[in-house]
């Protein structure tokens, strides 16, 4: 033990995880707040999470955020579970606890829901059925969260069925799972529309789903965030829909991490926006 008051430690652990905007973002919360602290990058390999895990506290870390391909396997090294992580069945934001337990969390479904409800106020979940495309990681977290804010019916689908259907065994009667080839049909009078596949990012194939059963009173939003408008959010803008980009979510769910870790609810704003696409 140090009898000296050690500078509060932070991190992402991934691999790989140099692409990250996680540092970005808490560098500029830490020197926003004029917090004495750091957050950094750790690319750590599947064999290695274990023993990372136990040492990183008496290095001085408080705690970190996990990404691909740590985010599920980490439950199983947690010593304590919030009912949301384990309901996901995953992980993103991890604390040391001062009794030494490592406790799992899960923001990605907080993250969503807060930036629609921060760009698009006017939202009404409960206002109609939500398209969900995708059935992978993430589409878990948004799955769950729709469910919570009380969206009467989830349209879900995905390019490997079985894992849709996984989701609605495992989720319940309010998803429907549809065909991927007849996704755009799906889109009929719903409140809310959302794509949660890694198509329209940088560098993978685009989205092509026909989009013209999307109603104008819709609000449509992006996981993705590189590019920041995808064709899938362009579609919708064009048709008169209300847009939410990606980047949101992102800021969101690393709030409540940085307010346990180092003790300030920081502020999702556009100068937060600003910072993590400059850097
Ligand atoms: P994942 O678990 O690997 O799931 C990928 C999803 O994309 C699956 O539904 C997969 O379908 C689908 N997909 C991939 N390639 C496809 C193709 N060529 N055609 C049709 N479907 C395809 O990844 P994830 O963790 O859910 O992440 C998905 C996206 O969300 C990524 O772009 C990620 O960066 C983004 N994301 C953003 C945030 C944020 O804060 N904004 C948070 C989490 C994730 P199959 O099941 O058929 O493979």
């Not at 919360?29 to 004495?36: E, K, N, S, T, V």
């Not at 109609?128 to 729709?146: D, E, K, N, Q, T």
């Amino acid at each position: 033990m140090t009898d000296h008051p050690r500078i509060p430690l932070a991190g992402v652990i991934g691999s790989p995880v140099a692409h990250s905007r996680s540092p970005a973002l808490h560098g500029y919360w830490l020197r926003r707040y004029g917090i004495a602290g750091a957050y950094v990058p750790l690319d750590i390999a599947q064999a290695d999470l274990r023993d990372v895990l136990a040492a990183l506290p008496k290095a001085g870390f408080v705690g970190c955020n996990v990404t691909i391909p740590h985010k599920e396997s980490v439950l199983q090294i947690a010593d304590v579970v919030t009912d949301r992580a384990a309901l996901i069945g995953a992980a993103n934001t991890l604390i040391f606890r001062k009794d030494g337990k490592l406790h799992a969390d899960n923001t990605d479904g907080y993250g969503f829901i807060a930036n629609l409800r921060q760009q698009a106020p006017f939202w009404a979940p409960a206002a109609g059925p939500a398209a969900v495309f995708g059935a992978g990681g993430a589409a878990r977290a948004v799955v769950a969260s729709l469910l919570e804010v009380g969206v009467p019916e989830i349209r879900l689908t995905n390019r490997t069925r079985p894992r849709a259907e996984a989701l609605r065994a495992e989720f319940g009667a309010r998803i429907v799972v549809h065909d991927w080839v007849q996704a755009g049909a799906m889109l009929e009078d719903v409140a809310t529309a959302v794509n949660t596949t890694s198509l329209g990012m940088t560098g993978k194939p685009e989205f092509l789903a026909p989009m013209d059963a999307l109603p104008q009173t819709a609000v449509v939003t992006d996981l993705v965030y590189t590019p920041l408008k995808t064709r899938f959010l362009k579609t919708a803008e064009e048709m008169g829909c209300t847009t939410v980009d990606g980047l949101g979510m992102l800021l969101h769910q690393a709030a409540p991490g940085f307010e346990r870790w180092f003790g300030q609810r920081p502020e999702v704003d556009a100068e937060t926006r600003a910072a993590v696409l400059a850097g």
